[in-house]
Structures are given as C-alpha cells and as structure tokens.
C-alpha cells in the first residue's frame, strides 16, 4: 500500500495545490469574502505555470468554495449558511401565523429573509405550465416574480402562474405584498382549500442570466424546482417555477409507508 506521502505526490499538481487553498478557506486563513491570490502571485508561490493555476482554481470554483466575478478577480465565498426545505413548509399553521412558507422556513434557519418582487401582471401561459394548470397553451395567467433573500444574499428567484378564472376576483393577489400568510392564505379565504403540492426537482446548471441573479459563479449548479398547489377539488391554483442556488439548500421530504 502506497504511504500518504507517496499518494500525495502522485496527485496531480494542481489538486494538491487546489488541497492547499481549500484548507486555508476552511481554516479560515483566507476569511469569507477575502480576495483569492492572482493568478501571477499562485504561480510564483507553488511554482509552477498559468494553466495548472486557473485548473486549480477551477476546482475550488466548483466545489462552491470560490466565486468569481468578470473583471473583479475570485473570492472566497461569504454566503449564508444553508436553508433546510422541508415537506411541511405549506403547513396551515403557518399560514394562520401569517407567515408565508419563505418567511418561516428562514426563519427557522436564523436567518432575516427579504423578497423583492420583480413583477406581477397578466401574461400569456407557457405550454409547459398551461399542461400543467389544466388550460391551453397561452391562455392569460397571473404572472408573480420573486427574488428571495437571506440576510441579504439572493438565494433564489420563484415565478407563480395562477390561473385567470381562479384569481380575478381575488384583488390582494394582484398586489406586491398579497398580505400575511402569502397567495395560499388568500386564496383558501376564497374557498380554494389547498389540499397537496406536487414537486418536480432537477439539478442543473445556471443560465447567465440565473448566475446574475443569484450571484452565482459562472457554472454553478442550480436546484430546479417546479411545484403544483392543488385543492381539495383537485384543481391547479397555481404552479410555482422555482431556481434555487444549489449550495444553499437541503431538501427535506416525508413520505407516508401507507399504500
């Protein structure tokens, strides 16, 4: 059996040099938000060329540790610590407590959460979310666009389609602030009692424009999430098309063993 020694050397140059900078980020050597060395200044330190630096780099880049920024240099990441999703954030109780899912499941992460609404307005459907609301393909939806926040740090941005017929006469959610408890508590005051939610979760990468929105180093990952809210009269009131940086959340979920 090979000695550490000997594994070490045998790994290429620039993952014990990439071995090297994580260390010292995880120490704290290099602090949260601290300036990554140049390219110049890592291969006069480790003694070696241009490509075996920026392939280092590369590697702190996708293990999330790093981010960098056109024009600016790399940094070490100082975002906030990750948010668990759980299978009971929808739960009535909260919506009671006039917190909406976002409010109370970042709260319960201590973090100080924060939305900016991006948009709300009439729209035509997608066909993928007209399937999905069980209308045709562009029929006129409410359009709601948000970019949430913890303590700050943009973590991700949600797009609802609610469905023309069931929200036109519910005037709170045409309103940036929809009131406490979010469109779920106004849209069960108007008897559209909320009965599951379906998700579709898949991980992939971040567009530009995601990468912009969210800070996030070009190639991030991404949690792609799509959720249908559904009543008890197994209607659709809303699909939530959900992007979420990928290093900043757990999803938790509970199933039932009963067939």
């Given amino acids: 059996m090979a000695s550490s020694e000997t594994a ?26 601290a300036p990554v060395p140049s390219e110049a200044d890592l291969m006069n330190s480790y003694k070696v060329a241009s490509g075996t630096v920026r392939k280092a780099v590369a590697e702190l880049r996708a293990a999330q540790l790093i981010e960098t920024h056109h024009g600016r240099g790399s940094f070490v990441r100082s975002r906030p610590p990750v948010q668990r999703k759980s299978s009971d954030r929808f739960r009535r109780a909260h919506r009671a407590a006039g917190k909406a899912a976002y409010l109370a499941e970042t709260e319960q992460s201590g973090g100080t959460p924060s939305v900016t609404v991006l948009f709300v307005g009439p729209a035509d459907a997608p066909a993928e979310i007209a399937e999905r609301l069980g209308v ?49 508590a106004r849209l069960e005051e108007h008897g559209h009692v909320l009965a599951e939610f379906t998700e579709t979760v898949r991980a992939r990468l971040a567009s530009k424009g995601e990468s912009s929105a969210l800070a996030l180093s070009p190639g991030a990952p991404v949690i792609h999430l799509v959720r249908n809210a559904i009543t008890a009269d197994g209607v659709v009131v809303e699909v939530c098309d959900t992007v979420m940086a990928a290093d900043q959340f757990v999803l938790d979920y509970r199933f039932p063993a009963r067939d």
């Fill in 8 to 33: 070490a050397s045998a790994k290429a140059k620039y993952l014990q040099i990439a071995d090297d900078l994580a260390a010292k980020i995880r120490s704290g050597t290099l602090a949260p938000g």
């Fill in 136 to 184: 045709l393909p562009g029929a006129k939806v409410l359009v709601r666009r948000r970019r949430y926040f913890r303590d700050g740090v943009p973590t991700e941005e949600a797009t609802s389609y609610l469905p023309w017929e069931v929200v036109k006469e519910i005037p709170e959610v045409f309103a940036e602030n929809p009131g406490g408890g979010g469109i779920y």
